[in-house]
């Protein structure tokens, strides 16, 4: 079971970013479409949660 979040928390889980609605992306070739930068933040959360878990390795749950 995990604990809610409190804001005494120093070093909180990092949360997944917020997948698009499938009316964010306008189809129109957008040179970065919404699906890019969320690719980009699936990347970065990826590699944090990674960091985090180092740092937490009882929390891996």
Do not use: F, I
Request: net charge negative.
């Amino acid at each position: 079971m995990t604990s809610p979040l409190t804001s005494a928390d120093p070093d909180p889980r990092p949360q997944p970013p917020e997948r698009p609605l499938p009316s964010d992306c306008c189809d129109s070739g957008c040179p970065v479409c919404v699906h890019d930068l969320y690719a980009e933040a699936l990347e970065g959360y990826a590699k944090a949660l990674a960091a985090w878990k180092l740092r937490h390795p009882d929390d891996n749950g």
